[in-house]
T-cell receptor, first 112, second 114 residues
Framework: SQQGEEDPQALSIQEGENATMNCSYK?????LQWYRQNSGRGLVHLIL?????REKHSGRLRVTLDTSKKSSSLLITASRAADTASYFC????????????FGPGTRLSVLP | ETGVTQSPTHLIKTRGQQVTLRCSSQ?????VSWYQQALGQGPQFIFQYYREEENGRGNFPPRFSGLQFPNYSSELNVNALELDDSALYLC?????????????FGDGTRLSIL
């Protein structure tokens, strides 16, 4: 079974709206990372949040981490058509017997 | 700064054949990880190389093997290809042998098995 699972699987919003994606995982982790993937391309790193951190910001991105609930969320504010992509969370649990694990992703469509 | 490059970009093979995929890591990075991404799925970790040694392996059979060279570039070899091996193969490089650093991905090799 997946270590990380994103929710929802797909999300469609209008330009200017906020988009929130959630990630749940099963084991203890060292850190959690969010990546974006445009169709047919490689993944682009967005934010890394360590297990002792609760919130991080980068531009229009805000990531939270709740280790008690084993969950994270990615918020994209004031979305743009260029934000259309798949978003993945990836957990590093290498100190707990698991390798770097990606979830199945959320496919975000931002409509102009 | 040179990013991660992978070759070839596309490849078509038949069942039973062998394939070698290549990856040049980002300059300054000494760790390379390989992933298999089936259509509509997240990347699945195959293995990681650090200082020319395997430094972690996912749930893939031994016919998936790899190498890392002194210049930190890497190869992924797959023997006895099966139809289910059709996927996008991604290479990612990072600093150090730990997963507490961002990974920088290439655009992948699209492998199709007929």
């Amino acid at each position: 079974s997946q270590q990380g699972e994103e929710d929802p699987q797909a999300l469609s919003i209008q330009e200017g709206e906020n988009a929130t994606m959630n990630c749940s995982y099963k084991t203890s982790i060292n850190n959690l990372q969010w990546y974006r993937q445009n169709s047919g391309r490689g993944l682009v790193h967005l934010i890394l949040i360590r297990s002792n951190e609760r919130e991080k910001h980068s531009g229009r991105l805000r990531v939270t981490l709740d280790t008690s609930k084993k969950s994270s969320s990615l918020l994209i504010t004031a979305s743009r058509a260029a934000d259309t992509a798949s978003y993945f969370c990836a957990t590093d649990a290498s100190n707990y017997g698991q390798n770097f694990v990606f979830g199945p992703g959320t496919r975000l469509s931002v409509l102009p | 700064e040179t990013g991660v490059t992978q070759s070839p970009t596309h490849l078509i093979k038949t069942r039973g054949q062998q394939v070698t995929l290549r990856c040049s890591s980002q300059s300054g990075h000494n760790t390379v990880s390989w992933y298999q991404q089936a259509l509509g799925q997240g990347p699945q970790f195959i293995f990681q190389y650090y200082r020319e040694e395997e430094n972690g392996r996912g749930n893939f059979p031994p016919r998936f093997s790899g190498l890392q060279f002194p210049n930190y570039s890497s190869e992924l070899n797959v023997n006895a290809l099966e139809l289910d091996d059709s996927a996008l193969y991604l290479c990612a490089s990072s600093l150090a042998g730990q997963n507490n650093q961002p990974q920088h991905f290439g655009d992948g090799t699209r492998l199709s098995i007929l």
